[in-house]
């Protein structure tokens, strides 16, 4: 799922079956479906870019579909892939990683080799090899860094700029880590594990912050507001919450009846009123319009009836037969 325009007016999403919908905000309708088939596996990364769609599926086909056009942009990025995002700063790098696929950072206006390949760490204590499996990565603005997390509990920095290895590293937890969001002053990440747990690392110190709870099942997507303290997170357990990152408190939760796997927040922070008119002017607007109309309508004269009602003949009841007394003593 992701914006499709820079007016955040319509919401891209992807099918399980290849099918690529727009809907629209404005129409609160779906408006166009576009057939994006292409490789094997769900889709793993969209995002938007001018006119082109870039998707991602499992198996590692990277397609850039330009509209109007059958000239189709196809890159191999690897099998395995579990996310693929875009750079909001330039719009054509995207990033790629995957189980047994290192962090990969393509440019798609030369997209024959990567313009980075992460290295893994080194062997551990016992002189084992470390397994690789990126869950969720993002890029860091206002530089050339990437931050992802890994089913092995990891929380990673890269700087391509540095070294292909990651500058930094912290844990958290001991269950696989499934998602991630920068807050709004890119300084911290929460991130959330198969468990249901959240949390707020300190990119600049590399150590927890603060937990964040109320999660019952496994995390499946957060997204962090652009410019408010809040992060939005939802799951296996079917409820949408917000939380604010920096106070821990639970602002908003609801139910939503199915089990969710994304979201998007938008940066508009008063959308509602931003295309029109406000909630209380379309209120005085909807009462104007029922009293135009009332008084538009003929007014009949209660009066009026009554008194035709009364002048009217009404049907002739039967006269009831008058008793006649009888004297007994002269029967």
Not at 290 to 300: F, P
Not at 319 to 330: E, H, I, N
Request: charged residues 25%.
């Amino acid at each position: 799922m992701c914006w499709g325009c820079p007016q955040e007016s319509e919401v891209v999403l992807g099918c399980l079956n290849g099918t690529v919908k727009v809907f629209s905000t404005d129409k609160e309708k779906f408006t166009e479906y576009r057939d994006c088939a292409g490789g094997e596996g769900p889709f793993r990364g969209l995002a938007a870019h001018d006119s082109s769609l870039i998707t991602c599926v499992e198996s590692g086909l990277l397609k850039v579909w330009k509209e109007g056009s059958m000239d189709h942009t196809e890159v191999e990025v690897g099998a395995g892939v579990c996310r693929m995002r875009q750079d909001p700063a330039t719009g054509v790098r995207v990033a790629t990683g995957g189980k047994e696929n290192p962090l990969k950072v393509w440019d798609l206006q030369q997209p024959q080799e990567p313009v980075f390949t992460a290295k893994n760490v080194r062997n551990d204590w016992l002189d084992l090899r470390v397994p690789v499996w990126v869950r969720d990565l993002q890029f860091i603005p206002a530089s050339n860094k990437m931050v992802t997390c890994t089913s092995h509990s990891q929380v990673r920095v890269y700087d391509p700029s540095a070294q292909r290895r990651p500058v930094m590293e912290m844990t958290f937890s001991e269950q696989p880590l499934t998602a991630l969001s920068l807050t709004a002053d890119a300084n911290g990440v929460v991130v959330g594990n198969t468990h249901g747990h959240l949390a707020v690392l300190d990119l600049r110190k590399g150590r927890l912050a603060r937990c964040l709870k109320g999660q019952a099942g496994s995390v499946r997507a957060l997204q962090c507001h652009p410019s408010l303290p809040l992060v939005a997170s939802c799951g296996l357990d079917r409820f949408l919450r917000v939380h604010n990152v920096e106070d821990k408190k639970l602002q908003f939760k609801v139910y939503l009846k199915s089990r969710l796997n994304c979201l998007i927040f938008t940066s508009r922070e008063n959308w509602e009123q931003e295309d029109g008119e406000s909630v209380d002017e379309v209120r005085v607007k909807e009462e104007v319009e029922d009293d135009a109309l009332w008084d538009s309508m003929a007014m009949v004269g209660t009066a009026k009836r009554k008194a035709e009602r009364e002048r009217a003949p009404g049907p002739s009841r039967p006269k009831r037969p008058t008793a006649v007394p009888c004297d007994r003593d002269a029967a």
